[in-house]
């Protein structure tokens, strides 16, 4: 094949085929689309307002780097006027966050950008490899999602910023979509399709001063793979690793998926964002329809995306089989439930005696088990912390009491690990004895 | 497949009577012949409750469409029907609703003479047309908006060569596929009116309108999603019924065989859905199907969740005002046509509601047949 000109320039060789529409462009043209691209969504959806404090949730990895160096490009170039800050939240994962660190570290002298690294031992007095020692590998990034969750919140409040913006893309955001429809989580469905969330209403009394910021996702309609090569060709300094605890599960077979659709067709991935979008309107008691502005709308709080870095599953790779136990049990239970009412009514009508229930009354309960409801959560606050949440204790505190209770146990496991330390110490002892001799 | 849970029943008593030995399982539940068979019809008469006898009006008997594809689940809805109209008849002396049966021949699928000349001998009640897609052409008014989306050149020639042009303009097979599925939707809603029937019933399990939610959210189409999985009122001004709806495929598959006779005869054996390793040939179709086949194997729980989840949808409201899509005619509020005017479309391009030649076409529609003005935009 002759080499093709720039669809866009006509004058450069193409050399880039883009992952969105196949449309054959040469680097600068790329680059320039790329930023343009991001430019029109910060805009049309009139994400940033100037003079404001803007924290960048960074992570290392290359959606937040790409992120971070768009923000400061055109932030120069078309004068927003906001003010950048990188915000990191370290989660005490040896081997993983050290590298993506140093990372985070660098970015912040090449875009000339403050950093502030905040630690799950200082926000929870638990790292993850501490909460991973407990609680073991099933379940933790449940731990992981809900506590970075509020750190964001907290950095960002710390630093007296009011808006945070994460690195999530048109991926995550369409992965999210597939895995709620998997889930059945409706009301999930239509808060994570939107590209900002934030809890105006809460701001009005003091204690909610951690829960009253704004988030927004300026990389939501953006594919992944053209971030990676906008990475690629800005040269830029990010650190690709997964998570080491990141199991696969719902959001890792809505992953699947999404690359196979996108394999099928290119424009799938904005194609199931476009559909979350309409979707959200239809679910019942949703705010959507007022597109997002109205006091109420769309509580940040307790919305779970990509929680990683690495935006793979939060929770265990159980995570389907255990929702499909609940889900037999309940269908069982409703099934239960219809076969009591009409044996009742039939005795109702034979006047016979109970017999028959007797057996089957221990299943009725089940029958009124909470089901999974679209309905509308009251959002309010934590009572320990103040944290936005649709219960009196918000999630983060709950987790954290269970992991605290079981502390005493831990206890023990340190003075194995003494155990373990001292027979170091009299080797160090020894050598120490053998370097006098 | 069914027969692989018979060998390790053999000795389990049935769940439900305690009497016969179970022949298979049923989400966890081993069950006899016979309370299987029951297990699937209480699940379809759910669905059929405002067809039974009482319901009914004695001078005037109502007539409803079942959309045949010669698959196990369809064929088992005509059987199970037939089933419920025979006890209604038994009991009452008079039946609830009487039956239409229409075939749509799909591509790559030409069932043989032998095969169609069955139906009507098993099921003699009723009655029984064949059709292709293209005929749609010839059944919608003259001046349905559906005849400008053929290809100018084509629009003389006969209903054959206007689908072939139609299809020959496209650029994928997922759009091939998808255009394909939404004429035989139209045609058989087409059919429906002009037969006099009062509701459609589709032979979607739950397992199909899982895949069916999957993929027409990946097509672009999760605003008309309600309209595509729930019992009701449909935009095309008849009423849709799923009976199948709380049963999964695999059952219907064990139906099929349970019941024995001459049901496996009339079953269609359609290919294997293999992953194709090309991603050219693969619709998103075919890619939903392959997922919800393997998730349904492990999780059908949570296959049927997704469909009851999508159930809870609220169809937003419209009236007859609202303009429709030309090609799936579903209703687009606000005039949302086309892929343009959104926050994903980035061009920011000012000609967002329809285009040059006057057609209207709902985002979904559009990914499959790109018009003139979006050309530039997307698909190449």
């Known amino acids: 094949m002759p080499p093709s000109p720039c669809a866009l320039c006509k004058v450069n060789r193409a050399l880039i085929l883009r992952p969105k529409d196949h449309s054959k462009l040469c680097r600068p043209c790329f680059l320039s689309t790329f930023e343009a691209e991001i430019h029109h969504t910060i805009t049309s959806s009139r994400l940033f307002e100037r003079g404001e404090r803007i924290a960048i949730g960074a992570s290392g990895g290359k959606d937040s780097t790409v992120l971070a160096s768009v923000l400061k490009t055109l932030n120069e170039r078309y004068d927003y006027g906001v003010e950048l800050i990188l915000l990191s939240i370290d989660e005490g994962i040896r081997g993983y966050r050290?590298?993506?660190?140093?990372?985070?570290?660098?970015?912040?002298?090449?875009?000339g950008m403050p950093l502030e690294i905040l630690g799950y031992d200082e926000l929870y007095g638990w790292t993850m490899d501490q909460v991973v020692e407990q609680v073991g590998k099933r379940g933790n990034c449940t731990y992981c999602g809900v506590f970075r969750r509020q750190a964001l919140d907290r950095g960002a409040a710390k630093l007296g910023v009011k808006h945070v913006v994460t690195g999530h893309n048109a991926d995550d955001v369409a992965e999210t979509v597939l895995m709620n429809l998997l889930r059945g989580d409706l009301p999930r469905l239509s808060r994570t399709t939107s590209i900002v969330t934030s809890t105006p209403s809460l701001s009005a009394d003091g204690a909610g001063k951690n829960t009253n910021i704004k988030r927004s996702k300026p990389l939501k309609y953006t594919y992944e793979k053209e971030i990676v090569l906008y990475a690629h060709h800005k040269n830029l300094d990010y650190f690709s690793t997964e998570c080491i605890y990141s199991p696969e599960a719902f959001r890792g077979s809505a992953r699947a998926l999404i690359k196979n659709l996108e394999r099928v067709r290119p424009s799938a991935i904005l194609d199931v964002v476009r559909s979350g979008e309409d979707m959200a309107k239809l679910v019942p008691g949703s705010d959507e329809g007022c597109g997002g502005v109205c006091a109420s709308a769309v509580p940040a709080g307790e919305e779970e995306e990509g929680g990683c870095g690495s935006a793979n599953g939060r929770s265990s790779g159980g995570e389907m089989a255990t929702m499909e136990d609940q889900l037999s049990q309940n269908e069982a239970a409703k099934a239960n439930g219809l076969e009591v009412e009409i044996t009742s009514s039939k005795i109702k009508k034979s006047e016979a005696p109970l017999p028959l229930t007797v057996g089957k009354s221990r299943k009725v309960p089940k029958a009124s088990q909470p089901r999974k409801e679209p309905?509308?959560?009251?959002?309010?606050?934590?009572?320990?912390?103040?944290?936005?949440?649709?219960?009196?204790?918000?999630?983060?505190?709950?987790?954290?009491?269970?992991?605290?209770?079981?502390?005493?146990?831990?206890?023990?496991?340190?003075?194995?690990?003494?155990?373990k330390d001292v027979n170091g110490a009299t080797e160090a002892m020894k050598q120490l004895d053998v370097g006098a001799g | 497949m069914p027969g692989k849970t018979n060998t390790d029943m053999a000795d389990q008593p049935c769940r439900r009577c305690k009497e016969t030995a179970a022949v298979l399982v049923v989400r966890k539940e081993p069950l006899c012949r016979d309370c299987f068979i029951r297990y699937v019809h209480t699940k379809v008469i759910k669905h059929m409750e405002s067809f039974r006898v009482r319901n009914a009006d004695p001078n005037h008997q109502r007539k409803l469409l079942l959309a045949l594809s010669f698959g196990a689940s369809s064929v088992s809805l005509l059987h199970i029907l037939d089933e419920i109209r025979k006890r209604q008849?038994?009991?009452?002396?008079?039946t609830g609703f009487t039956l239409s049966v229409i075939y749509v021949e799909s591509e790559g699928q030409i069932p043989d003479q032998d095969l169609l000349a069955r139906v009507p001998e098993a099921y003699p009640d009723y009655e029984f047309d064949y059709k292709v897609p293209h005929w749609v052409f010839n059944m919608v008014p003259e001046n349905d908006k559906l005849l400008d989306l053929v290809p100018p050149e084509a629009r003389n020639f006969s209903?054959?060569?206007?689908?072939?042009?139609?299809?020959?303009?496209?650029?994928?097979?997922?759009?091939?596929?998808?255009?394909?599925?939404?004429?035989?939707?139209?045609?058989?809603?087409?059919?429906?009116?002009?037969?006099g029937c009062e509701g459609i019933l589709w032979g979607d399990s739950t397992t199909r309108l899982a895949e069916k939610t999957l993929a027409e959210t990946a097509k672009g189409r999760g605003f008309s999603l309600p309209w595509h999985v729930a019992d009701g009122q449909s935009p095309f001004g008849i009423a849709f019924n799923y009976p199948l709806g709380d049963l999964l495929k695999k059952e219907l598959v064990s139906y099929v065989n349970v019941v024995g006779d001459h049901l496996p005869s009339l079953v269609l054996e359609s290919a294997p859905t293999q992953a194709s390793m090309s991603s050219k040939n693969t619709t998103i179709d075919d890619l939903m199907k392959q997922y919800f086949e393997s998730v349904e194997e492990n999780f059908p729980s949570i296959v049927s969740n997704v469909v009851r989840t999508t159930g809870k949808l609220e169809a937003t409201s419209t009236t007859t005002a609202t303009p429709r899509c030309d090609l799936c005619s579903m209703p687009v509020s606000d005039g949302r046509f086309g892929i343009n005017g959104w926050g994903g479309d980035q061009h920011a391009r000012l000609d967002t509601v329809g285009t040059s030649n006057g057609t209207q076409l709902c985002y979904g529609c559009t990914r499959s047949?790109?018009?003139?003005?979006?050309?530039?935009?997307?698909?190449?």
């Not at chain 1, 050290?98 to 875009?111: G, H, M, P, W």
């Not at chain 1, 954290?400 to 079981?406: F, R």
């Not at chain 2, 139609?166 to 037969?195: F, M, P």
């Open chain 2, 89 to 94: 008849a038994s009991k009452t002396g008079r």
């Open chain 1, 98 to 111: 050290d590298d993506s660190l140093e990372t985070v570290k660098r970015n912040a002298q090449q875009y």
């Open chain 2, 159 to 195: 209903s054959d060569g206007k689908l072939m042009s139609l299809l020959k303009s496209l650029n994928s097979v997922t759009a091939r596929a998808d255009v394909i599925s939404t004429l035989r939707t139209r045609l058989v809603v087409e059919h429906a009116k002009a037969s």
């Open chain 1, 375 to 419: 309905k509308k959560q009251v959002m309010g606050q934590c009572k320990k912390c103040g944290y936005l949440s649709s219960q009196e204790i918000c999630k983060a505190c709950v987790l954290l009491e269970g992991l605290n209770k079981n502390r005493p146990k831990n206890h023990i496991e340190v003075g194995y690990e003494q155990e």
């Open chain 2, 369 to 380: 047949i790109p018009q003139q003005s979006a050309t530039t935009n997307g698909s190449t």
